[in-house]
């Protein structure tokens, strides 16, 4: 996740005094925390990375099998950030996090200066690794996913054969059925009570907006308020979304280039980028690269489904999409570097849990894919429907979850709802929201034309803050959305992201 914020700071005390105030904020939020803890559930002084304060971690077992409660048990991994006013908010904030596959508790620091820190003078934060992910019994593997192997990073998508060893592997340790976002929401909600809160607000991102939505449905009496980021829905069927996501988000991009300094640089971009895409139409094309590790250039062959893969992943967040045309000209230069390092530095495959993303994906998506949503979604596509047939196969080589159809349904809810949508993302564009909003008559969409799947802007900051402290949509002032502007596009790589 790229962070990007100033923030300016005026002290009227010493810093010396400042400490010894935190310091005893902290200790008496810590006190009235522990005074709720339920007897099953320990928690222990810590500290977390990129923030200072001491914080309190545990890990809370759960029976892998909800339902037969026999058997083997899941440590679920606990951080609890505690606020920082002595008389707080009885209801905290837990953050869901994305994916799926990637774990909550690695976005803790974002209560230090970014994100979530505005939250934390009045609610606890509670961040709670999903089963199957982060320190929660992880179900990790390799998928491709590294680029130490380059040739199987730039190579087919999802190979049967990485996904039957990664099956083989961690099923002689886990019962990967059992690690779908309803169970982990019978999980999380059986957390909440052990802490002792009975209601909670929930803040999310990504896939952790479908699981949002799915606890809201399951436990509807322990919600107070609902922030969601970047909105899918239960019904999205992954990966059926991605690729007229991508495609609505490179058509803006080309859009706002014609339009931009970009111009000047690229003025046949879209020209290029179907260029270089026809290069595949006989197969696999040798590119060089240059192996990360020893840093010496080799040819590896190319794979059309890998290329618009991490164009699309890049297309996710305006951080990124800024190097686009870069990337595109130089390819069509026959260049391939700009492209090799941009995919290496935006990995979010990378920091996933792969077995867990298998199973809530092979369970919650791929069932309910026809063959008539696949010809309807990818028609016009840079993506195509290679993306989503490669996803099939794969899950040939997976158990699945038992979910029911009507999963995949809308949630209904009376309960307060911010969901925020950015025009530019790549991933869950303005539509999703949109079409959740129907059955959502406290909740509110904030459609964001500059805006991407991502977290860094002040401005959604200070609109999470408000919306939090009042527990309502109605009164919030979002006219900062309107200043949010696409950065730049980029001319040259930036030296963190060259060889």
């Known amino acids: 996740m790229n962070r990007a914020y100033k923030i300016i700071i005026v002290m009227a005390v010493s810093a010396g005094a400042v400490n010894r ?13 522990r005074q709720v803890r339920h007897s099953e ?25 909800r339902v037969a409660r026999v058997g083997r048990t899941i440590g679920l991994n606990i951080v609890v950030i505690p606020a920082l006013q002595a008389k707080h908010a009885p209801d905290p904030v837990f953050w869901l996090h994305g994916g799926p596959g990637a774990a909550a508790t690695q976005t803790a620091g974002a209560a230090r200066e970014d994100f979530l820190a505005g939250l934390r003078h009045d609610r606890d934060l509670v961040f709670v690794d999903q089963r199957g992910t982060g320190n929660s019994s992880p179900l990790n593997c390799d998928l491709g996913d590294s680029p130490d192997d380059l040739r199987a990073f730039f190579g087919e998508l999802l190979p049967r054969s990485k996904v039957r060893e990664c099956r083989q592997r961690l099923e002689k340790t886990a019962n990967l059925k059992l690690y779908t976002t309803q169970i982990a929401m019978n999980d999380l909600d059986e957390i909440r009570a052990a802490l002792g809160y009975e209601t909670i607000n929930i803040a999310a991102a990504s896939y952790g907006t479908i699981a949002a939505q799915a606890y809201m449905r399951q436990h509807p009496t322990h919600v107070r308020a609902v922030f969601l980021l970047g909105v899918a829905t239960p019904g999205v069927k992954q990966p059926l979304l991605f690729p007229r996501a991508a495609q609505h988000s490179l058509d803006l991009l080309f859009e706002d280039c014609a339009a931009d300094p970009c111009h000047a640089a690229y003025p046949n971009l879209r020209q290029e980028f179907d260029s270089v895409l026809a290069r595949f139409n006989s197969g696999p ?6 192996n990360p590790s020893s840093k010496h250039k080799e040819s590896v062959q190319l794979f059309r489904g890998s290329f618009v893969e991490r164009i699309r992943l890049l297309l996710y967040t305006t951080t990124f999409a800024r190097f686009v045309p870069l990337v595109i000209h130089s390819a069509y230069d026959n260049d391939y570097l700009p492209f ?17 993303y298998m199973t809530i994906t092979c369970s919650e998506g791929i069932p309910f894919i026809s063959e008539q949503d696949i010809v309807r979604e990818t028609a016009g596509t840079f993506v ?15 158990p699945k979850g038992e979910v029911p159809r009507s999963f995949i349904g809308p949630v209904r809810s009376n309960v307060p709802v911010i969901m925020i949508s950015g025009e530019l993302d790549g991933s869950t564009p303005p539509w999703f929201a949109k079409a959740a909003l129907k059955y959502l008559p406290n909740g509110r969409q904030l459609n964001i034309r500059y805006y991407g799947h991502q977290t860094d802007s002040p401005c959604i900051w200070t609109i999470l803050n408000g919306f939090i402290e009042k527990g309502s949509v109605k009164g919030l002032d979002t006219s900062c959305t309107e200043n949010i502007k696409r950065p730049p596009f980029a001319m040259e790589l930036p030296k963190q992201f060259s060889f």
């Open 21 to 33: 105030s935190r310091a005893d904020q902290l200790g008496k939020g810590m006190r009235a925390l």
């Open 340 to 356: 090799e390092a941009m995919s290496i530095n935006y990995n979010p495959a990378s920091i996933m849990a792969r077995g867990m």
């Open 285 to 290: 094309i040798s590119v060089v690269v240059i």
């Open 384 to 398: 195509g429907d290679y993306r989503i047939r490669a996803h099939i196969e794969a899950c040939k080589e997976w």
């Open 41 to 65: 559930l320990s928690l222990r002084p810590c500290h977390i990375p990129n923030l200072e304060d001491e914080v309190r971690c545990g890990t809370y077992q759960v029976y892998e099998d």
